[in-house]
């Protein structure tokens, strides 16, 4: 005797899959709704959710989601013959199983049926196929020697498309990462610039980024900085790892050591109608730990404090910056040695 529970039971069968798949194929199934309960189904519509699973349950990808063919009463079925899905182009090698799970967003109320919704195909394996991806990497990445908390600081990289395939119709987001870690880690890192470019990069076609970027606020010290291109994985890239670049990505920060020279004399002339004068000489030196000097930095200011209230600055800054140093040693002398530097501003 079979005792028919009083509510709809809905319960899939004969799941059919192909015997093998490649990546990207369009395949066919089919698989069959049945209303084992004891009353009609209590919503005329429901959805069955395709999926391609490592296992016999609902999970991995979703292929498709299918109205239902008709309502049923109880004791009825549908079948869905030979519904197309296709394989996803990133599926990695391995067996795998068509599950479908019917009234997969629950319209129908089944009580202490809800639970066996779901069947499974018999398993097939499943190849992966390469396909035509872009591939953005950063291919340089330039920075200068050193830098000053708060300042400005010039960069330069360059994102090429390495892939077969085009990087477009989104944007290209770039951020630029400050670290005192030797290793690409945004939890350990301050994102201290972001650019973009609009969308479009054929294979082979790169662009180059000249930005200027303030270094944050932080301690002297040697500092990592590292650019990291689509950020926001807009692009299906064929390689993540090389979106930073860890042979060209990392600029160390030499450590550098800073003297500082700070003078000041406060006259007190009592003529022309000043009463007081507050000159002020400041020189700073960076070295390196080698002691090689890689920058230098002046900031004088004159202040004038005149008997009716009135205050007179005057004020001179200058820096310069080692932007590069490049040479070598032969038999024991330097045979060649260069310098570049770049010469900063002058407010007077
Ligand atoms: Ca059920
Ligand atoms: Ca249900
Ligand atoms: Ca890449």
Same mark, same amino acid.
């Given at each position: 005797?079979?005792?028919?529970?009083?509510?709809?039971?809905?319960?899939?069968?004969?799941?059919?899959?192909?015997?093998?798949?490649?990546?990207?194929?369009?395949?066919?199934?089919?698989?069959?709704?049945?209303?084992?309960?004891?009353?009609?189904?209590?919503?005329?519509?429901?959805?069955?959710?395709?999926?391609?699973?490592?296992?016999?349950?609902?999970?991995?990808?979703?292929?498709?989601? #299918?109205?239902?063919?008709?309502?049923?009463?109880?004791? !009825?079925?549908?079948?869905?013959?030979?519904? $197309?899905?296709?394989?996803?182009?990133?599926?990695?090698?391995?067996?795998? *199983?068509? /599950? /479908?799970?019917?009234?997969?967003?629950?319209?129908?109320?089944?009580?202490?049926?809800?639970?066996?919704?779901? &069947?499974?195909?018999?398993?097939?394996?499943?190849?992966?196929?390469?396909?035509?991806?872009? &591939?953005?990497?950063?291919?340089?990445?330039?920075?200068? *020697?050193? +830098?000053?908390?708060?300042?400005?600081?010039?960069?330069?990289?360059?994102?090429?498309?390495?892939?077969?395939?085009?990087?477009?119709?989104?944007?290209?987001?770039?951020?630029?990462?400050?670290?005192?870690?030797?290793?690409?880690?945004?939890?350990?890192?301050?994102?201290? +610039?972001?650019?973009?470019?609009?969308?479009?990069?054929?294979?082979?076609?790169?662009?180059?980024?000249?930005?200027?970027?303030?270094?944050?606020? $932080?301690?002297?010290?040697?500092?990592?900085?590292?650019?990291?291109?689509?950020?926001?994985?807009?692009?299906?890239?064929?390689?993540?790892?090389?979106?930073?670049?860890? !042979?060209?990505?990392?600029?160390?920060?030499?450590?550098?050591?800073?003297?500082?020279?700070?003078? !000041?004399?406060?006259?007190?002339?009592?003529?022309?109608?000043?009463?007081?004068?507050?000159?002020?000489?400041?020189?700073?030196?960076?070295?390196?730990?080698?002691?090689?000097?890689?920058?230098?930095?002046?900031?004088?200011?004159?202040?004038?404090?005149?008997?009716?209230?009135?205050?007179?600055?005057?004020?001179?800054?200058?820096? #310069?910056?080692?932007?590069?140093?490049?040479?070598?040693?032969?038999? %024991?002398?330097?045979?060649?040695?260069?310098?570049?530097?770049?010469? %900063? #501003?002058?407010?007077?």
């Amino acid at each position: 005797m079979i005792h028919l529970t009083p509510y709809p039971n809905l319960v899939v069968s004969n799941v059919d899959a192909p015997a093998s798949a490649n990546s990207d194929d369009e395949i066919e199934i089919s698989w069959t709704v049945s209303n084992t309960g004891g009353v009609s189904t209590s919503s005329p519509i429901w959805y069955d959710k395709v999926y391609l699973s490592s296992t016999t349950g609902p999970g991995g990808y979703i292929l498709g989601e #299918f109205e239902n063919l008709s309502y049923l009463d109880t004791g !009825e079925s549908y079948v869905r013959q030979n519904q $197309t899905v296709t394989i996803p182009k990133q599926v990695a090698d391995g067996t795998y *199983y068509i /599950v /479908v799970l019917t009234d997969s967003r629950n319209h129908v109320d089944e009580q202490i049926n809800e639970g066996d919704n779901f &069947d499974a195909s018999a398993s097939f394996p499943v190849q992966y196929v390469v396909y035509e991806r872009p &591939d953005l990497v950063v291919t340089n990445f330039v920075s200068p *020697y050193a +830098g000053w908390a708060g300042n400005p600081m010039s960069l330069s990289w360059t994102v090429e498309n390495q892939g077969t395939a085009p990087a477009s119709g989104a944007q290209i987001v770039d951020w630029v990462w400050l670290s005192t870690e030797n290793e690409i880690d945004p939890h350990n890192a301050t994102h201290i +610039g972001g650019s973009y470019i609009g969308s479009h990069l054929d294979p082979g076609e790169s662009y180059e980024q000249n930005v200027s970027i303030t270094l944050p606020d $932080t301690a002297d010290g040697d500092y990592y900085l590292y650019v990291w291109t689509d950020v926001t994985l807009n692009f299906d890239d064929s390689d993540l790892d090389n979106n930073f670049n860890p !042979e060209v990505g990392f600029v160390p920060r030499v450590g550098v050591r800073r003297s500082k020279v700070h003078l !000041e004399y406060n006259p007190r002339p009592q003529r022309f109608g000043i009463r007081m004068m507050e000159p002020m000489w400041n020189v700073t030196f960076f070295h390196d730990h080698s002691g090689r000097l890689v920058s230098r930095q002046y900031h004088h200011m004159v202040g004038t404090r005149f008997d009716n209230g009135a205050y007179l600055n005057v004020m001179y800054n200058r820096w #310069f910056e080692v932007i590069d140093t490049r040479g070598y040693i032969e038999e %024991g002398e330097v045979s060649y040695y260069q310098v570049t530097i770049r010469v %900063g #501003f002058t407010v007077d």
